[in-house]
């Protein structure tokens, strides 16, 4: 995903370096993003053991670094060993969330 995200967001449409300058410009400014992620770790076991570096990856990194804010990230799982009741509520949670403006 970041490989796709990284041929996507090139210099000109998310974001202009500025000539003579370390700084940048960023064009996405005044949009904003929610993140579904499905994983196999317990998501609470993924942000107080790992502190979730894949998240803040796509949060800091790249979508606010175009200037997308607020970017807002929900996490599912663990998906394998969930049954079909609980990837039904996921499914339910997830369309609300999409139904939602920031």
């Known amino acids: 995903m970041k490989g796709f995200i990284d041929r996507i967001l090139v210099p000109r449409y998310p974001f202009k370096y500025r000539r003579d300058s370390v700084w940048w410009d960023r064009l996405l400014a005044g949009r904003s993003a929610r993140l579904p992620i499905l994983m196999d770790t317990p998501p609470w076991y993924f942000r107080l053991i790992f502190r979730q570096p894949g998240h ?47």
């Open 56 to 102: 803040e990856q796509m949060r800091r990194t790249i979508l606010e670094f175009a200037g997308i804010k607020p970017v807002r990230i929900s996490s599912f799982g663990p998906v394998r060993q969930a049954d079909d009741r609980r990837r039904k509520i996921w499914l339910a949670q997830a369309e609300a969330l999409g139904r939602r403006r920031l």
